[in-house]
């Protein structure tokens, strides 16, 4: 009962701050758009080189890890939407600024936006941020992912038995099919020489063996292979293609379930959060202080775990429509908007999960008209005023984004 009430809420509050919010005392002065890239082909992680299912892979338009055509058109109607959204901002092309990380789907996936926010320009990609901490001490992290979890990695398992089983039919139950190794009990050791039949059922890429945790985690196989799922279904394959016919919407959104509490639990870690989102924080916090000065709209492209190190470092979560909690698809975006009041001199920020649904994803839904993406504000700890729009006085802001990356 709770949590019904609790997303009714939130949708409440994103119907409240759909399109158009603001009164004649509050001017939009600039903001900062950090956003995952667009719909892609998936990645050898999400694969294992269809060792553990039993059906091949669906085809795909792009290689693995690069841009698709569906992706690109999804982006530009976010485009679409952020043009008119932040329309008395974009005056000019040298009124928005772009970064990306350095990949061809994240920078691709700027251009598409860009395209639609300011048709008439050509805005330029700096391709300058970094995707992974570059400086992190990896056995300083896995110690602290360790401790969080009671030096118990086999605990993933245990709480996610019931979507790795489900996951596990998805890949393998089918009449006449070949038999493969179950993910949750094998796992592919790369660069390993096979030692027995039941190892060469690996690949060039090595070796199955007993899984181990510590090593690899079932659930974090189990989560790639969700995401496999989620892009085939955003990218507008036949419901019979998806998950080879085996995965409904509903079934779908429950594996998505364990996709998300997944990578949230690992990428949350307070030191990943701090290392890996610090510097994005202050580039956030230090373009906001720049007030009215050009450009008035900057826009990060990067990663899913971008947003979520983000929402990690700050303390802030999101609830939107057709999305599990702290859900971060393809296109979605944590949005920083600076807004000044004539009246009280005030500066303040106010921070937003803007997404699209899937179903706008999958159907290419145009988002200018009637129908909008899903916009939740957010709250942010030891900074916002209460509901709904949770504004944060500027210096606070600035003064909480000092404080989590010290």
């Known amino acids: 009962m709770f949590s019904r009430m609790l997303v009714t809420v939130v949708l409440l509050f994103s119907a409240l701050y759909s399109f ?21 082909t998936p990645i050898e992680n999400e694969t294992r080189s269809g060792v553990f299912n039993a059906q091949p892979w669906p085809k795909w338009p792009t290689q693995p890890g690069m841009l698709t055509p569906h992706g690109v058109d999804a982006l530009k109607r976010m485009g679409e939407f952020y043009q008119q959204r932040y329309a008395a901002l974009l005056n000019g092309c040298n009124n928005a600024a772009v970064e990306s990380t350095n990949t061809p789907r994240t920078i691709g996936s700027a251009k598409a936006v860009m395209s639609a ?64 190794p179950d993910f949750r009990a094998m796992m592919l050791e790369p660069g390993a020489q096979p030692q027995s039949m039941m190892q060469a059922q690996g690949s060039s890429r090595g070796a199955l063996i007993p899984r181990d945790a510590r090593k690899e985690n079932a659930a974090s196989l189990g989560a790639d292979f969700a995401e496999n799922f989620l892009l085939q279904y955003v990218e507008g394959m036949p419901m019979d293609q998806v998950g080879w016919g085996r995965v409904d919407r509903a079934k779908l959104d429950d594996l998505m379930e364990m996709n998300t509490r997944y990578h949230d639990f690992m990428l949350r870690t307070p030191y990943y959060a701090q290392q890996a989102a610090g510097p994005m924080a202050q580039k956030i916090a230090a373009f906001l202080q720049e007030g009215v000065k050009t450009p008035r709209l900057v826009y990060f492209s990067a990663h899913d775990a971008n947003l979520t190190w983000l929402g990690g470092l700050l303390r802030m979560d999101w609830m939107v429509s057709d999305e599990t909690f702290n859900a971060t698809p393809p296109g979605s975006a944590l949005v920083f908007e600076l807004h000044h009041n004539s009246s009280t001199n005030a500066d303040t920020v106010q921070v937003f999960f803007i997404a699209q649904t899937l179903e706008q994803i999958r159907n290419l839904t145009p988002l200018i008209g009637a129908e909008k993406p899903s916009i939740a504000p957010v709250y942010v700890p030891g900074c916002s005023d209460p509901g709904p729009k949770y504004a944060c006085p500027l210096n606070e802001f600035v003064r909480v984004v000092d404080a989590v990356r010290r």
């Open 20 to 40: 158009g919010q603001g009164s004649n005392e509050e001017e939009l002065r600039a903001v900062v758009i950090v956003a995952r890239h667009g719909v892609r």
């Open 117 to 180: 926010v300011l048709p008439s320009c050509d805005i330029k990609v700096m391709a300058d941020l970094t995707s992974d901490p570059p400086s992190i001490d990896k056995a300083k992290l896995t110690d602290a992912i360790n401790g969080r979890m009671g030096n118990d990695p086999e605990w993933f398992t245990r709480a996610f038995g019931r979507p790795l089983a489900e996951m596990h039919d998805v890949l393998t139950k089918c009449d006449g099919c070949k038999q493969v």
